[in-house]
């Protein structure tokens, strides 16, 4: 099982980005797909998150408006798009699959987003 993480980096101020996770070793299909990230000093928060069925999606109060999380099954690939990135957006970025009822639950590495001029 892999969810390997991209699309990180420097950014400025007001700027965006689009995170990519790519999935293998399961089957995609049947797991709920969700960001997270963890910035200096502070616990692992949840971001976005998108059901595996009808592609329900929720978001942190803190990135509404901000964020756009989407999937592709065809290519077992989920995506966060930020957009007006902040200083305080500064974190690394982890993608999660988790299969409902069945306790499983996987983690990528992380890619870092530096917010800064």
């Known amino acids: 099982v892999q969810l390997v993480e991209s699309g990180g980096g420097l950014v400025q101020p007001g700027g965006s980005l689009r995170l990519s996770c790519a999935a293998s070793g399961f089957t995609f299909s049947n797991y709920v797909m969700s960001w997270h990230r963890q910035a200096p000093g502070k616990e692992r928060e949840l971001v976005a998150r998108i059901t595996n069925i009808n592609g329900n999606q929720v978001y942190a109060d803190s990135m509404k408006g901000r964020v756009t999380i989407s999937r592709n099954n065809a290519n077992n690939t989920v995506y966060l798009q930020i957009n007006s990135l902040k200083a305080e957006d500064t974190a690394v970025y982890y993608c999660?699959?988790?299969?409902?009822?069945?306790?499983?639950?996987?983690w990528g590495k992380g890619t870092l987003v530096t917010v800064s001029s």
């Open positions: 999660n699959a988790q299969r409902l009822y069945y306790g499983i639950n996987y």
